[in-house]
């Protein structure tokens, strides 16, 4: 099972991460904090109570000066910060022989008495007192002294560190998390900044690098490799080109000169002979090679780069003249041109374009459209506004599946539906080339049963 998208993100994983790791382990030390002042609490509480269990015995057994009375009244002034109120009752078998309590005196249990009697001394807790019973032997006699008292400024001091650490563990769970997702932002930002800079590389600008400094080390070993292999991409791709366009450039000359001979050769021949029919077919796979040439030649230009500075022209008399030329070569076809939007200003229509390049796309778009549309019938909508001029190409035919409109820009490759209609699947691609150097942009689309391509200039 994947992931949801956005825990797919470093940024998320790791601040969820770090986030949880920070809180487990404030959970964890102020549990631990917690229980062991509590439990050095208790232990300390019950040392009190075994020091005054002791010193009571010492006091009424082994001083002679002091006997319960006058021991009672000690015990009744003395400052509860030297000796918090305890209760301490002696026994002497089973008879009370002194207790500092006025009232409520501790009971004997005869099942206490005899485990203290086993173990000398206990530290044991009834309900909420905490209990320590001590045995001693004197004078033939069996002492048990038992100390018992309920810590009450001890539980109001742990109760209130509980309280306390609870709002410093919310509030430092808070802060952490929020710390933690900006610290963990700022780490990945080299990243980011890395992605958002690969991606605007295409093969128009192979000759960009990225900056291999100021980034941490592990992405500036990262950019240094993707320039290196920019490197290397460019230069293929610039072999590639060259070797295209240096290739369709010598063979331009040998085409020409055969399309002339061949035609000179067929003037020689009747309109019935079969040889003339023969040259005739000849003359047009030549003329074929000569347009593939041509488009490979435009599209191996090393010279055509996006964002040139061409001059300004119409986009309608561009268009118009594509119109004309389209019209003469498909004398049946119907092509009509709509004009719309903000029309009031001069500028309106006006585009920065080479007008060979843009006239070659326009002628390549309506020949396309011409001849997939059943009636041959081709819309043109343009449609002007103060940021952008899109022009649409509209015509009748049907849809594509998903994986073919993603290679319809691709060269070479022909749909499904161009079985009867003579190509080489370079119209379009050439067509793409031409608008992206002119800083715009082409896309298809399938709306109410037309074929649909639009073209933005910004």
């Known amino acids: 099972m994947s992931l949801p998208k956005k825990i797919n993100s470093l940024r998320i ?3 969820l991460g770090f986030g949880i790791l920070f809180t487990f382990f404030m959970a964890a030390a102020f549990t631990f904090i917690y229980f062991s002042v509590d439990r050095f609490s208790k232990e300390y509480y019950n040392s009190r109570l075994k020091d005054r269990a002791i010193s009571t015995y010492k006091l009424l057994l082994e001083v002679n000066q002091i006997d319960s009375s006058l021991l009672k009244v000690i015990d009744r002034n003395t400052p509860s910060s030297i000796a918090p109120r305890q209760r301490v009752t002696v ?3 089973t008879s009370v022989v002194y207790s500092n309590a006025d009232s409520g005196q501790f009971r004997y249990d005869p099942a206490l008495f005899s485990e203290i009697r086993n173990q000398k ?3 044991t807790t ?20 038992v100390a018992s008292g309920d810590d009450k400024y ?3 001091r742990t109760e209130f560190l509980k309280w306390v650490m609870i709002i410093v563990y919310c509030a430092g769970v808070l802060i952490g998390w929020t710390v933690t997702y900006f610290f963990v932002k700022r780490i990945i930002r080299p990243l980011e900044v890395l992605n958002t800079n690969m991606k605007n590389i295409s093969y128009n600008n192979l000759d960009s690098r990225l900056p291999v400094t100021g980034q941490g080390e592990e992405v500036d070993n990262l950019s240094l490799n993707f320039n290196q292999m920019l490197a290397r991409l460019e230069h293929s791709f610039s072999f590639q080109k060259d070797f ?16 002339s001979l061949t035609e000179n050769a067929i003037n020689n021949f009747p309109d019935n002979d079969p040889f003339r029919q023969v040259l005739e077919e000849l003359l047009h796979q030549q003329q074929s090679l000569t347009d593939i040439t041509n488009s490979l030649l435009l599209l191996s230009d090393n010279n055509s780069k996006a964002g040139h500075q061409y001059p ?4 309608d008399e561009l268009l118009f003249r594509s119109v004309e030329i389209s019209k003469n070569l498909f004398p049946d076809a119907s092509i009509e041109v709509n004009l719309e939007g903000d029309l009031s200003s001069e500028g309106s229509l006006l585009i920065s374009a080479n007008e060979a390049l843009i006239i070659v796309a326009f002628n390549n778009l309506l020949k396309n459209a011409i001849q997939y549309s059943p009636d041959k019938r081709v819309n043109i909508l343009i449609t002007a506004s103060e940021k952008e001029k899109i022009m649409k190409f509209l015509n009748t035919g049907n849809d594509f599946e998903a994986a073919e409109k993603e290679r319809l820009f691709t060269p070479f490759y022909r749909a499904s539906n161009s079985d009867n209609v003579k190509g080489h699947g370079l119209g379009l691609p050439l067509v793409k080339q031409i608008i992206q150097l002119h800083d715009a942009t082409i896309s298809y689309s399938y709306r109410e049963g037309l074929n649909v391509f639009t073209i933005v200039f910004p």
Do not use: C, W
């Open 244 to 259: 295209v366009h240096y290739a369709s450039h010598e063979l331009r000359t040998p085409l020409a000169a055969m399309i």
């Open 13 to 15: 994983r790791f601040a």
């Open 126 to 145: 009834i309900g909420e007192e905490q209990i320590f019973g001590l045995y001693k032997e004197k004078n033939s006699g069996h002492y048990f002294i």
């Open 154 to 156: 001890g539980k109001k």
């Open 121 to 123: 001394e206990l530290f």
């Open 91 to 93: 026994f002497k078998d």
């Open 312 to 315: 300004v022209i119409r986009l």
